[in-house]
């Protein structure tokens, strides 16, 4: 039987056929809800994933299957295991209940599961091979952003207060490839837009439900509205406006957008820090072990502002198009008026 650990794998979540399979990621591997846990062995640390797909630039759900990860020595160590013909839909019964199995191995267990699969990259686990798994004791924490230096009207969620902390949250965060498949990885968002409002209708504007006709031909006969829309949204990133909550960094931070359709947002760049790229997790873990406390915490909070500027880009988009409405709006009230003194 498998361990209840942090989500009850027991129990099989995803009977419903809703797409999640790639709603998260961790390295290259997308996953659902819920279909990642943390497997230790004292102070030895894994992460038994199940992947819905591989994000290799492009996401390709057939490539699937449980994964196996080395926290501690920042490793893939296997992967692909019981693959199914896809990942799209999340986890399948099969695999579920073979990572509770993997779940309810003990060390003795799981190196002979692991050294015995077609997958295992070799070297990946340095104490394979050992009687007991390493004792892995963590670097001496300390607090290096204390609540004294945050300011209590931030609009930004800047809790994290550590260094430990602050470098976990950072090297899991959501990364792409630069471009394409065979280059390295920079941070990313993903600011692909789904199903906004294209109303013109926003709180924040009072537009004219009179014009509502007008203006649903206006965007059909505009078929560059949304890419006009888009291209401006982004200007700030692309064009090194950018700042964070402080607003004293303009021009620190170079963006660019990659993906099939523009879709991811990269970081490309930061002042003072260089060109941003990693051929993977390990080495952005040892880069960010590297910054110093003021330097970590500054890339800290740029990445948690950039977070919540792009988390709803449908939103974003509804905005766009009402203040555009708004606009245009104006203009036909112009010529509406000009005509009747005409008439």
């Given at each position: 039987m498998a361990q209840n650990l942090k989500n009850p794998i027991g129990e099989y979540p995803y009977?419903?056929?809703?797409?999640?399979?790639?709603?998260?990621?961790?390295?290259p591997y997308m996953y659902a809800d819920g279909a990642a846990f943390e497997k230790s062995f004292g102070g030895r640390l894994f992460k038994i994933v199940i992947a819905g797909a591989r994000n290799a630039g492009i996401i390709g759900p057939e490539d699937n299957g449980i994964a196996i990860l080395d926290e501690d020595y920042q490793q893939i160590v296997l992967d692909n295991h019981v693959?199914?013909?896809?990942g799209y839909f999340g986890p399948s019964r099969?695999?579920?209940?073979?990572?509770?199995?993997?779940m309810d191995m003990n060390w003795e267990q799981f190196t002979d599961f692991i050294r015995s699969h077609p997958r295992y990259r070799p070297q990946s686990v340095p104490d394979i091979n050992n009687e007991k798994p390493d004792d892995m004791r963590p670097e001496p924490d300390r607090i290096i952003?204390?609540?004294?230096?945050?300011d209590a009207e931030c609009p930004y969620d800047y809790s994290l207060e550590s260094r430990r902390e602050i470098i976990q949250f950072l090297a899991n965060h959501q990364m792409h490839k630069i471009d394409g498949p065979y280059s390295d990885w920079a941070f990313a968002w993903n600011i692909k837009v789904h199903n906004f409002d294209s109303?013109?209708?926003?709180?924040d504007f009072g537009n004219d439900p009179a014009f509502d006709e007008r203006w649903e031909k206006y965007v059909e006969e505009n078929d560059e509205l949304f890419w006009e829309e888009a291209a401006d949204a982004l200007r700030q990133y692309t064009e090194d406006e950018y700042s964070t909550?402080?607003?004293d960094d303009q021009g620190h931070y170079k963006f660019g957008v990659t993906g099939r359709s523009g879709g991811w947002l990269i970081l490309r760049e930061v002042e003072g820090l260089g060109k941003l790229s990693f051929d993977g997790q390990m080495e952005l873990k040892e880069w960010l072990k590297d910054l110093s406390d003021s330097d970590l915490v500054d890339f800290y909070k740029?990445?948690?502002t950039v977070d919540k500027d792009t988390s709803d880009p449908a939103k974003e988009m509804a905005w766009r198009f009402a203040s555009r409405r708004s606009g245009l709006?104006?203009?036909?009230?112009?010529?509406a008026k000009a005509e009747s003194k005409l008439g």
């Open positions: 009977a419903d056929g809703q797409r999640r399979g790639i709603d998260n990621q961790i390295g693959k199914e013909s896809s099969r695999q579920w209940e073979e990572a509770g199995r993997i952003f204390p609540a004294s230096q945050k109303s013109g209708h926003h709180t909550y402080s607003g740029l990445i948690v709006e104006e203009e036909w009230k112009a010529e």
